[in-house]
């Protein structure tokens, strides 16, 4: 199906009938200077007696300058709709272009008529613009055929001739013209919905970065933050210089360990990504020095690593940051007792489970947001696993199911 736009004028008039409106927009200001032009023209050319046709020739039944007159003066009244109604500036053109022939004839009666056929067709309704191509088509090849058929003399050829230099080639200048603004505006549309769909694809990238540094971000330094406040809580509360001691070693090394991923973590944004990557990307053989650190945060920790085998990285990586998020809310939250962690491969998928004793908490709390239940919640749909976590009886769970095959892109830098 060829898409056609209004163009202006004709977007006009439709909003002028919407309205309620019964008279005509005003006509195209370059349609005024046709209309005046071509009257002006036809006037000089009766005035210095310029005709199409001798007084004496045999279809002239108006002889004299004055019958010219009335088709010029309804052809330049046509030119005026030529935009704005074009259909009927043709059905209007048409009768006056008869008359003229029974008169001496006026060229620029002719030149207006021809300019009217070509607006008909390019500023038209598109199957209006089809049967006007093809009437002055057939009447082309019947002025031809019919006339050499009658007479059977050369000469007979010429009005078909004329036929299709008055009628049919404005008509089929008017469908080429017609047909390349159209394609020129089906490529602007095309152009803005591109530049649209691009821009909506770089939004979305930059929204979807901006979510996994932020995961990123919290996962790698939510854990030693949490420890400084643990930490500090304990050597506020409990006044024996070993505690104290104690704590304060704990929050020197998690606020090292920290600084040091804020720095890797800034650097790798400062340059805007390139081959810049952090020491070690987190993978599955981490988790032991993970539950490591944890323990010596204060939890008691078991591990249990059920899923030997290379694993594709993404999922390596969603995996051990949803240990590390579920130690760093043990540590913030949990009630004292073991916290265990499985990691086991099962149809296809490594699933992870840590679990941890739930319930009120007599030691200090540190303050929580959600946003890590919601990180990991992101990882797991991102490679199109299940994640859930919650109370199970006296203990809060966190389980996760990462498809091993083909998962879908997920960053693998910290």
């Known amino acids: 199906?060829?898409?056609?736009?209004?163009?202006?004028?004709?977007?006009?008039?439709?909003?002028?009938?919407?309205d309620g409106a019964m008279a005509l927009p005003r006509p195209h200001r370059f349609d005024v200077y046709i209309a005046v032009g071509g009257l002006l023209g036809g006037l000089l050319l009766v005035g210095i007696g310029l005709a199409t046709r001798p007084a004496k020739d045999p279809i002239t039944l108006f002889d004299g300058p004055w019958p010219i007159l009335v088709p010029l003066t309804v052809m330049a009244g046509c030119e005026l709709l030529r935009r704005t109604a074009p259909r009927a500036a043709l059905l209007i053109g048409t009768p006056a272009i008869c008359a003229d022939v029974v008169t001496q004839g006026s060229l620029a009666?002719?030149?207006?008529?021809?300019?009217?056929?070509?607006?008909?067709?390019?500023?038209?309704?598109?199957?209006?613009?089809r049967r006007t191509q093809w009437i002055t088509g057939l009447l082309t090849v019947a002025g031809t055929l019919v006339p050499f058929a009658l007479w059977r003399v050369p000469e007979a050829l010429l009005i078909g001739v004329a036929f299709g230099i008055v009628a049919y080639a404005p008509a089929a200048t008017g469908w080429i013209v017609r047909n390349h603004r159209d394609a020129a505006e089906a490529a602007r549309l095309r152009a803005e919905q591109t530049a649209l769909l691009a821009e909506m694809d770089?939004?979305?990238?930059?929204?979807?970065?901006?979510?996994?540094?932020?995961?990123?971000?919290?996962?790698?330094?939510?854990?030693?933050?949490?420890?400084?406040?643990?930490?500090s809580t304990a050597a506020l509360s409990i006044d024996t210089p070993a505690t104290s001691r104690e704590a304060l070693s704990v929050i020197r090394e998690n606020s090292v360990e920290g600084l040091a991923e804020m720095r890797r973590l800034i650097g790798i944004l400062r340059d805007g990504g390139g081959d810049r990557?952090?020491?070690?990307?987190?993978?599955?053989?981490?988790?032991?020095?993970?539950v490591e650190g944890a323990r010596a945060n204060g939890l008691d920790v078991s591990l249990d690593t059920g899923a030997e085998g290379d694993a594709p990285a993404p999922v390596e990586?969603?995996?051990?940051?949803?240990?590390?998020?579920?130690?760093?809310?043990?540590?913030?939250h949990a009630c004292p007792g073991r916290v265990t962690v499985r990691l086991a491969r099962r149809d296809g998928s490594l699933t992870v489970?840590?679990?941890?004793?739930?319930?009120?908490?007599d030691g200090p709390r540190a303050p929580g947001s959600g946003s890590g239940l919601v990180g990991m919640r992101e990882r797991a749909a991102l490679l199109g696993g299940t994640f859930e976590a919650g109370p199970d009886g006296n203990h809060w769970t966190v389980r996760a199911s990462l498809p091993l095959a083909e998962p879908q892109e997920e960053g693998a830098t910290a």
């Open 277 to 290: 990557e952090p020491s070690a990307v987190p993978t599955l053989d981490g988790l032991t020095a993970l």
């Open 1 to 18: 199906m060829q898409s056609r736009t209004l163009p202006r004028n004709q977007a006009a008039v439709a909003h002028t009938v919407l």
């Open 202 to 231: 770089r939004t979305q990238a930059v929204i979807a970065e901006r979510a996994r540094m932020a995961r990123e971000l919290h996962d790698m330094v939510a854990n030693h933050l949490s420890a400084i406040a643990i930490h």
């Open 353 to 361: 489970a840590v679990s941890s004793p739930y319930g009120d908490r």
């Open 109 to 129: 009666t002719i030149l207006m008529f021809t300019d009217i056929v070509y607006a008909a067709v390019l500023y038209g309704p598109l199957a209006s613009a």
């Open 317 to 332: 990586l969603a995996a051990y940051r949803i240990v590390q998020e579920s130690l760093t809310n043990a540590l913030k």
